[in-house]
């Protein structure tokens, strides 16, 4: 009995390092390159990636991104061009209101309070809308997309849920991207 009381013991102790050691998921991320504007033109990258692999239900011809909040990074996000030709249109938000969302095929959240980005997000569903948070590293405002910086790299988090019930397809290769997987 004592033996058995032993060898629990043990392995309790060793339970932590056994974690420790096991090695985490991390996101594929994307370097950010040389340059003053390289965390703005890495979110154009990353922007235009999640993009080129977003399926809405009818074709469009031109995808208008909605910024919503304090956008910090969203500089270059006017050159995206996907790789059929189509241009993406910005299309700035007045405060955290929700437009009409026949105008909006994607939704870029800058720097909002964690309520109204839950608001303006909650107000998407049922519309084929893509929507990306920019300033939000927990994944906790319900956006498909969370984008997370990191001094060299940035890459994002996946809200599958989010997605499972938005009326636009992701592309399956983007979760295996997002667990590490290329």
């Known amino acids: 009995m004592i033996e058995l009381r032993n060898l629990l013991f043990c392995l309790l102790l060793l339970a932590p390092v056994a974690a420790v050691a096991t090695p985490l998921v991390k996101p ?4 950010l390159g040389p340059g003053p504007d390289r965390v703005a033109a890495g979110v154009a990258r990353m922007v235009d990636s ?11 011809p031109t995808v208008r991104l909605c910024l919503a909040g304090a956008v910090a990074h969203g500089e270059r996000l006017d050159e995206v061009d996907l790789s059929d030709g189509t241009r993406l249109s910005l299309l ?16 870029y959240i800058g720097a909002l309070d964690a309520a109204a980005a839950r608001r303006l997000i ?19 405002s319900g956006a498909m ?3 997370l910086f990191e001094p060299q790299s940035l890459s994002f988090q996946l809200n599958i849920d989010a997605i499972s019930r938005s009326l636009v397809r992701i592309d399956p290769r983007v979760l295996r991207m997002a667990k590490g997987g290329y």
């Open 92 to 107: 700035p938000l007045a405060g955290d209101a929700s437009p009409p969302w026949s105008q909006c095929d994607a939704l």
């Open 28 to 31: 594929a991320a994307m370097p």
């Open 122 to 140: 909650a107000a998407t569903r049922g519309a084929p809308i893509v929507t990306i948070a920019e300033d939000d590293p927990e994944c906790s």
């Open 50 to 60: 999640i993009l080129e692999f977003t399926h809405w239900p009818t074709e469009r």
């Open 145 to 147: 997309f969370c984008l």
